[in-house]
């Protein structure tokens, strides 16, 4: 057919995979001396040998590639003749036909730069409306080239370097199957994702390149999602919650509430609660550089979060993104871990603090009150943005990606959300979790419970509390270096580590509170020496900048001690990642300490001061949960209605839109849900109702 014969250069797309490599002035002659002298190319999949490899000449393969894509040979009757029917109108160029031809993905220019990754036309395939209506299916095809060093070459090229090496039947979801090239086809809706890949299969096997189509990967216009309790359950708890803030807010007289329903009221008010937000006035019981240190980490962590999500997406130079996170600067995003353990460092420190000064005043923990006010501080948001993620935001939109990173999580969600109620959500592996990122709300509940016991033990017997402290620590150590050493997984990212390598060191390490405690317990014991009085002494001038410039040193030799795992080309070996996971924490908590003491009693430097103490901080830190949980649902939605590659760049980390959005949804997120039910607490549990009974 003369109009499906446009697709002649198909493979092209496909010999590009994924990305493609800066090509050296050598590497570039070789290819093109390959492709125009016809060179001999081996191909061989992963479990064949080069004897077994079939020999192709690189101008015969490309033409040997599928020109058009139609599951003529469909599993239902109804998928042969709709294709049937689409083949004969396209040969009549009937409009409809012509768009669902033109919606499938098509060989690109500038495939040796990156712009492999073809979606086609989403949503043009989805307004077919003829005979037979579009389904549009996003196909991973995976290739894999083998042979001499020219072949090797290719190989390297056509993955952009293996950054990250995955393969279709990873989890992508959340981790992204950077590997595969992903093909959008435009097919008759009657026909199935199976029939699509057997089609793909059939024709592509000769060519030695493997197919996969995952159902949840199709969509159809208008596609009816079956009912569901907990939709209508999260409508209703969504329709409360606006009700509440609307009545809270109307009815706001600026007065306090003399009864628990006004009260509660006045707790839903938005008034209230944004004037709360932005009244940065510094509170009696304020931790001097608490804020600082909360914020910067939770930037530098937004950040790494971001350029994961953007692997998932398609670039017209993604060798540029491959090769921006292969320098040496890089390991800078690439040790992310050492900015989640600042956390439970922050975590450690603020609990065992609140803790020491119950005990000064009481001499003991009311433990079911304390547990009471932490659900109250973390479930609340945490259950509502569960229910949004899981069944709101799946109709909100849609696209190519859309049902891997948004639907795809949504069913994960639904399934194994009550784990997250219980906070033991961190113990199930990535792929089972629901908003996987929260597995930090699991570690950090679970260190407070155990931190409620050890305080008190602490506090009635030092010899005895210093010795558990210390014990679980070395533990802590222990079990991080043979969890790494045993698994053969890394706690950073290097350059060329695998999907499943990744989600097995979270399984076995990253996301499990016994293999995190260490840093928690630095925090702890950090507590206990300034509460106590044990470090309240003062430096001179030049006793502060040593010090300075020793904390500075700790931080940047815990930071870039993994740079050249980072690297292209680096071979992993078990023992330097097993000492980075079992000692990073112990330097990163020095580090974090050192600096903490400084800050609270050591630096008289006036500019050092007012950036400590900045207003920008103390703000970001009433907002800061709220920006923790909401980030990765964005990064995700934006990845999920993304329709075309664009132009790769660097600033593309800190785009300002996103950034603005993450900022303003997070103080919807506190001022709507976070500080009501922190002042529900109060209100029923806390002082409000002492006082109350007190009159």
């Not at 307004?127 to 299916?137: Q, W």
């Not at 949004?388 to 799946?394: K, S, V």
């Not at 990535?430 to 699991?442: A, K, S, V, Y």
């Not at 993450?662 to 500080?675: G, H, K, P, R």
């Amino acid at each position: 057919m003369a109009t499906r014969g446009c697709l002649l250069l198909l493979f092209i797309g496909a010999c590009a995979a994924h990305d493609c490599l800066e090509l050296t002035l050598s590497d570039q002659t070789i290819l093109t001396d390959s492709l125009l002298n016809g060179t001999i190319l081996k191909l061989a999949t992963k479990n064949e040998s080069l004897d077994d490899s079939v020999r192709f000449n690189v101008l015969e393969l490309w033409d040997k590639f599928p020109k058009i894509v139609v599951p003529t040979n469909g599993t239902s009757e109804q998928c042969r003749r709709e294709s049937q029917v689409y083949l004969d109108s396209l040969d009549r160029l009937e409009l409809w036909a012509l768009k669902m031809f033109d919606a499938s993905a098509k060989p690109p220019s500038g495939i040796l730069s990156g712009n492999a990754n073809q979606y086609g036309d989403f949503d043009e395939c989805l307004s077919v409306d003829g005979p037979v209506r579009g389904k549009y299916c996003l196909a991973n095809l995976e290739i894999d080239f083998r042979g001499d060093e020219k072949i090797e070459t290719i190989d390297k090229l056509v993955h952009s370097g293996h950054y990250i090496r995955s393969n279709a039947t990873d989890m992508g979801h959340r981790v992204p199957r950077y590997s595969s090239l992903l093909w959008g086809v435009c097919i008759p809706s009657s026909c199935s994702s199976f029939d699509l890949e057997e089609e793909l299969a059939s024709r592509l096997r000769p060519l030695r390149i493997s197919v996969k189509v995952h159902n949840t990967m199709c969509s159809v216009k208008n596609a009816k999602r079956p009912y569901s309790f907990g939709k209508t359950l999260s409508i209703t708890f969504f329709l409360a919650i606006i009700l509440l803030l609307s009545l809270g807010t109307i009815l706001d007289d600026g007065k306090e509430g003399s009864t628990n329903f006004e009260k509660l009221l006045n707790a839903f008010s938005l008034k209230r609660n944004l004037k709360k937000v932005f009244d940065l006035s510094d509170e009696p019981s304020r931790v001097k550089g608490v804020d600082a240190f909360r914020g910067l980490n939770a930037f530098a962590l937004l950040v790494a979060h971001k350029s994961m999500a953007m692997a998932h997406n398609p670039y017209v130079n993604k060798v540029t993104y491959s090769a921006v996170f292969g320098m040496p600067w890089a390991v800078v995003g690439r040790s992310a871990i050492l900015y989640t353990d600042s956390f439970l460092y922050l975590s450690g420190f603020l609990n065992a603090n609140n803790l020491l000064q119950e005990l000064e005043r009481k001499g003991t923990i009311d433990i079911k009150n304390r547990l009471i006010a932490r659900w109250f501080r973390l479930f609340p948001l945490f259950l509502s943005l569960m229910l949004f993620c899981t069944y709101i935001l799946p109709d909100v939109n849609n696209g190519p990606q859309w049902n891997l990173v948004v639907e795809e999580h949504s069913r994960v969600c639904e399934k194994n959300m009550w784990k997250s109620f219980l906070f033991i959500h961190n113990y199930f592996g990535f792929e089972d979790m629901c908003l996987t990122h929260t597995h930090q709300i699991g570690i950090d509940m679970q260190l407070y419970v155990a931190t409620l016991p050890l305080m008190l033990v602490l506090w009635r017997s030092r010899t005895l509390g210093w010795t558990l402290v210390i014990g679980i620590a070395v533990a802590s150590t222990v079990l991080r270096y043979l969890a790494i050493y045993a698994y053969n997984i890394s706690m950073f990212v290097y350059f060329g580590i695998t999907v499943q390598k990744l989600l097995d060191a979270a399984r076995y390490c990253y996301i499990l509170p016994t293999h995190r405690a260490t840093i928690y317990l630095i925090g702890v014991a950090m507590a206990y020496f300034m509460r106590t009085k044990k470090l309240n002494f003062t430096l001179s001038s030049m006793q502060t900048r040593i010090l300075w410039a020793l904390t500075m040193g700790i931080m940047g030799f815990t930071l870039c001690y993994p740079y050249q795992m980072g690297l292209e080309g680096y071979t992993f070996e078990p023992g330097p990642a097993a000492s980075f996971a079992a000692f990073s924490p112990i330097m990163w908590g020095v580090y974090m300490s050192l600096a903490h003491w400084a800050i609270c009693n050591s630096y008289t430097n006036e500019k050092a001061a007012a950036f400590v103490e900045s207003r920008v901080f103390k703000f970001f830190n009433k907002i800061a949960y709220g920006v923790y949980l909401t980030q990765f649902p964005i990064f995700f939605y934006n990845v999920g209605v993304q329709r075309h590659a664009e132009f790769y760049s660097p600033l593309l980390l800190l785009h300002i839109p996103e950034m603005f959005t993450v900022f303003a949804i997070s103080v919807l997120a506190t001022v709507a849900v976070e500080m009501p039910f922190n002042q529900v607490y109060r209100i029923y549990f806390g002082k409000s109702k002492t006082k109350l009974k007190d009159k």
